[in-house]
Antibody
Framework: EVQLLESGGGLVQPGGSLRLSCAAS????????MTWVRQAPGKGLEWVSS????????YYTDSVRGRFTISRDNSKNTLYLQLNSLKAEDTAMYYC??????????????WGQGALVTVSS | EIVLTQSPATLSLSPGERATLSCRAS??????LAWYRQKAGQAPRLLMY???NRAAGIPARFSGSGSGTDFTLTISSLEPEDFAVYYC?????????FGGGTKVEIK
């Protein structure tokens, strides 16, 4: 059974940092691209960042480029998102999601339950 | 960036009725469009991929159509679990983008 379990969310002050983790199990982690999607309270889904199966290619939405860093450790079956210089508008539930096929941009067939990030003073 | 516009924003229907949801792309995305359903308090779930293919475990009451810029998700007969928010998402170009969602509510 595929499982994705996010951790690392919490309350952080503006300008602060946080690292989210997504522990994966039930599939060959190193074979699939992975993605972070966020959802602000009461709002829709927003794609944040994706990484290829090897981690060699990464992609970001413009609003987080230069502040967030996606990475993965295939030996630990874990995906990460480092969030720096956080702003109030980064407040959201952050979901990790698995690509359904080898292409990094493949549709997301499994999602975690999310990690809540709140940016507030 | 490709903008996806979903309509209507809210659809009020009764169980057993047919639901038709629309997603329009600001530029062509070929058939590289997926649909997700998100129930309240839950993570999204993949329903359709490549515009017209049902994901694993998705019942036949869900169907998708379209290519290029205009796409439709049809639910032939609404079940109680179908009252939720639906999102389309394109993967034709980076950045990946989602539509704003259509809420299907009980009339």
């Amino acid at each position: 059974e595929v499982q994705l379990l996010e951790s690392g969310g919490g309350l952080v002050q503006p300008g602060g940092s946080l690292r989210l983790s997504c522990a994966a199990s039930g599939f060959t982690f190193s074979s699939y691209g992975m993605t972070w999607v966020r959802q602000a309270p009461g709002k829709g889904l927003e794609w944040v960042s994706s990484t290829s199966n090897s981690g060699g290619s990464t992609y970001y939405t413009d609003s987080v480029r230069g502040r967030f860093t996606i990475s993965r450790d295939n030996s630990k079956n874990t995906l990460y998102l480092q969030l720096n210089s956080l702003k109030a508008e980064d407040t959201a539930m952050y979901y990790c999601a698995k690509a359904s096929a080898s292409a990094t941009s493949s549709p997301f067939d499994y999602w975690g339950q999310g990690a809540l990030v709140t940016v507030s003073s | 960036e490709i903008v996806l516009t979903q309509s209507p924003a809210t659809l009020s229907l009764s169980p057993g009725e047919r639901a038709t949801l629309s997603c329009r792309a600001s530029q062509g995305v070929n058939s590289n469009l997926a649909w997700y359903r998100q129930k309240a308090g839950q993570a999204p779930r993949l329903l359709m991929y490549d515009a017209s293919n049902r994901a694993a475990g998705i019942p036949a009451r869900f169907s998708g159509s379209g290519s290029g810029t205009d796409f439709t998700l049809t639910i032939s007969s609404l079940e109680p679990e179908d009252f939720a928010v639906y999102y389309c998402q394109q993967r034709n170009n980076w950045p990946l983008t989602f539509g704003g969602g259509t809420k299907v509510e009980i009339k």
